[in-house]
Nanobody, 113 residues
Framework: QVQLVESGGGLVQPGGSLRLSCAAS????????MGWYRQVPGKQRELVAG???????NYGDSVTGRFTISRDNAKNTVYLQMNNLKPEDTAVYYC???????WGQGTQVTVSS
């Protein structure tokens, strides 16, 4: 069973940056379509960004131009670089193997002054 472990969350001021990491176990990470999602209490989990196995990316409207998803297949890791963070970006962020019910445990991102 593949496992995903996120890291890199924390507290940051508005306008600041964070980089989230998601490390996957297993040897076929390079074949996975990976996604970052986020969730706030009382709302549905939403897609933030996705990256296919060949590196094609897509983003949610609210983060386009501020967030960048990337992957390092040699390290079995997907990243989410978040710049110009806003208070409305506050959420628990999860990574996922898109199309499969495999999620990480989540990492809290709080944007506040």
């Amino acid at each position: 069973q593949v496992q995903l472990v996120e890291s890199g969350g924390g507290l940051v001021q508005p306008g600041g940056s964070l980089r989230l990491s998601c490390a996957a176990s297993g040897s076929i990470f390079s074949t996975y379509f990976m996604g970052w999602y986020r969730q706030v209490p009382g709302k549905q989990r939403e897609l933030v960004a996705g990256i296919t196995r060949d590196g094609t990316t897509n983003y949610g409207d609210s983060v386009t131009g501020r967030f960048t998803i990337s992957r390092d297949n040699a390290k079995n890791t997907v990243y989410l670089q978040m710049n110009n963070l806003k208070p409305e970006d506050t959420a628990v962020y999860y990574c996922r193997i898109v199309g499969r019910n495999v999620w990480g445990q989540g990492t809290q991102v709080t944007v506040s002054s």
